[in-house]
Every structure is written in C-alpha cells, then in structure tokens.
C-alpha cells in the first residue's frame, strides 16, 4: 500500500500543467465559426477549451476575424514548439462546405494558468 501511496504522489507531480494562450485568427466569409469551426480547434491534441474573447468581427474584404482564448495542457518547455504545432493546424481547418481559415496570429503567449 505505502508503495502505492508513493507511486500515486509521484504520478500527481509529474501531471501536466494547463496552459492558456489568445490566438487571432482570418476565416472566410461564409465559414461556419461555431460549428465546424470550433469542434475542429477542440480535436486538435491539448487543447481543452476554446472560447471567444471579443465578437466575431469582419475586415474590408468580408474575411471573419475571430479572438480566441485556448486553455490546453502542454510538456513544459515545449511553449515555442506547441504553438508552432497549433498555428499549422488552425490553418489545415475547413468547415463542412470548405470555407477555410486564412491567417493565424498569437496574440499573447502561453502562460501557466495558476
């Protein structure tokens, strides 16, 4: 039992810590930003939530321009690596019909939510 104890303290140490980011990110006119969208940025691998920070507003060409906060669990020291990793894959994501994501931007870095 005391071994098991032990092995359950070191297992709760090692756990990895939730981060947070804020990303901007450019989609097409017509994407589908609530459906498709989201439910794509939340399968990516880490993320755990994913909500809005500002509405959802537009630039001269019609593209949706979208404020996200990201609450993800990461490795430590692997922040510069992940969102790199997270960037690549916000711009692979399509919604249903095609409409894409443009243009991804880090607006304030990960941190450590305490």
């Known amino acids: 039992m005391k071994k ?3 092995e359950w303290k070191t297992y ?8 947070e980011m804020d990303i901007s990110f ?10 498709a ?4 940025i939340r399968a990516i691998p880490g993320i755990t939530i994913v909500k809005t ?14 404020n996200l906060n990201l609450k993800f669990l990461m490795e430590p ?11 690549r894959e916000l ?8 409409d894409r994501v443009i243009a991804v931007k880090v ?3 990960p941190r450590p939510i305490s």
């Open 91 to 98: 711009q692979k994501i399509k919604d249903h019909e095609g």
């Open 4 to 6: 098991l104890l032990n």
């Open 26 to 35: 450019k989609a097409e006119p017509d994407a589908k930003i609530y459906g």
């Open 37 to 40: 969208i989201f439910d794509e």
């Open 53 to 66: 920070t500002k509405r959802i507003g537009k630039d001269t060409l019609g593209n949706k321009i979208v």
């Open 77 to 87: 020291g692997l922040g510069a690596d992940y969102m790199k990793y997270v960037q």
């Open 12 to 19: 709760l140490f090692e756990a990895r810590k939730p981060y």
């Open 107 to 109: 607006t304030k870095f």
